[in-house]
């Protein structure tokens, strides 16, 4: 009898895309969750995976346990009821470390824009050959007769280290998650441990300095806008449309390529897939009409249009992302406002970087802060509010609550663009109710 998937917190974002990966392969999946509504669910409902409460009889002898990271025996009762009944279970990674031996494996890892990079890499290879491949935004496609696998590799605690790929890019090494890493050389570590597990390929943005430290057992390549770089992106061209880019290998032209998305870091993320899929063989003809049509990830620059309003929906929870999204903003928006309504994630990172949150802000026109939304592995929350955030942002910094986002009305000519990791959206949606009713209110 063909055991069953059963994963503990299935609309985690990583677990949904496995899941959803595995039903598409043909097996039996299931799982269990809160209540509560996640954006990552909607894939599950349109396959027809069950997404059951918790439940100790979840746990039937037919079942094969996935258990997300973030469930534990003291707060998941099919944790602590496996524990004490000797079920076992594989977390999330090391699952997936077993799982993609059977694959050309080809993993994204970075401390910024690897769910964005992972989209792109899968996006062409599955236009190209038959691929199934996991994206940190809740997506997953899965092939039986799949010979390629493309991932996302997750640095939080280490969890990228069951991985043995045969190629991973990794787009950058910064300083983040301060509830686990102790420095950035702790960071440092941990990608360079990464690394050495790659076999075949290691492709690094060759202007961080930290990648640049970075040694391995594979051949390391470079790729950046800079010469020294193994492959260099160079004659770029920025429009509101999009980007073009010409690609050169060690001094050899790889020729002009175009990408309908915005800022200088999907550029280096193009670069990278670039490299990877030249270097692993693969028709350059092919990877320059497909990556034309990439249209990007959830919650990675999502475009809407409420009542003649432009609003952007962004994961950004870090200041180089936050630095990045509003770059790509102004590149496609060069005539609006830009205004950023931002969310602090945890508050340890906050503390961390508190200076760094609030240079990159400033970097808007206008900003507007939420509470912080503290994660629920934070004991600690330490003393900060998001008051001192707002006091050290060069311009005026107001501060709104989801009841109240009417101080945002303000802005004639304005793109919106809200960033965070929490529950952003929930200040987003109430702005559209407000949007709305403001048109309903005039007809």
Known sequence: MTKTYHFIGIKGSGMSALALMLHQMGHQVQGSDVEKYYFTQRGLEQAGIKILPFDEKNLQADVEVIAGNAFRPDNNLEIAYA???????????????????????????????????????????????????????????????????????????????????????ITNIDFDHPDYFTSLEDVFNAFNDYAKQVNKGVFVYGEDKELRRITANAPIYYYGFKEGNDFVAHDLLRSTTGSSFKVSFRGKELGEFKIPSFGRHNIMNATAVIGLLYTAGFDLTLVREHLATFGGVKRRFTEKM???????????????????????????YPSKEIVAIFQPHTFTRTIALLDEFAEALSQADAVYLAQIYGSAREVDHGDVKVEDLAAKIVKKADIITVDNVSPLLEHPNAVYVFMGAGDIQTYEYSFERLLSNLTSNVQ
Do not use: C, W
């Open 83 to 169: 524990d004490a009944n000797g079920i076992s279970y594989k977390r999330y990674h090391e699952f997936l470390g077993i799982f993609m031996r059977n694959f050309v494996s080809m993993g994204v890892a970075g401390a910024h824009g690897k769910t964005s990079t992972t989209g792109m890499l899968a996006h062409v290879l599955s236009n190209i050959t038959d691929t199934s491949y996991l994206i940190g935004d809740g997506t997953g496609r899965g092939s039986a007769n799949a010979k390629y696998f493309a991932f996302e590799a997750d640095e939080y605690e280490r969890h990228f280290m069951p991985y043995h790929p045969e190629y991973s890019i």
């Open 306 to 332: 409420v009542n003649g309003t432009t609003i952007i929906d962004d994961f950004a929870h870090h200041p180089t992302e936050i630095i990045a999204t509003l770059d790509a903003a102004r590149q496609k």
